[in-house]
């Protein structure tokens, strides 16, 4: 089976909030007017100690590294 690229998501069941359970992953994948809430999450499986899964996780704490190369500037401008 060929590995997942990093901007497609791994398929998931896109279900409504109230009807994610307990190590599900709350990332939300679509908009959907008839479910409460309005979106429908990911629902992959998750550890215990995330609220997202694997691919999920990644992306929300992913760096720019334009942004970490300007912060480092910025740090080295201000003690100049």
């Known amino acids: 089976m060929p590995e997942n690229p990093e901007n497609i998501r791994p398929t998931s069941r896109d279900v409504p909030l109230i009807q994610l359970g307990l190590y599900q992953c709350r990332f939300p994948v679509s908009e959907d007017p008839s479910v409460p809430g309005g979106y429908r999450f990911c629902a992959g499986p998750t550890s215990p ?29 201000r003690a100049a």
Do not use: F
């Open 49 to 77: 100690d995330r609220v997202y899964c694997d691919h999920h996780h990644n992306i929300v704490t992913a760096v720019d590294p334009r942004r970490a190369r300007s912060g480092l500037h910025l740090a080295q401008r």
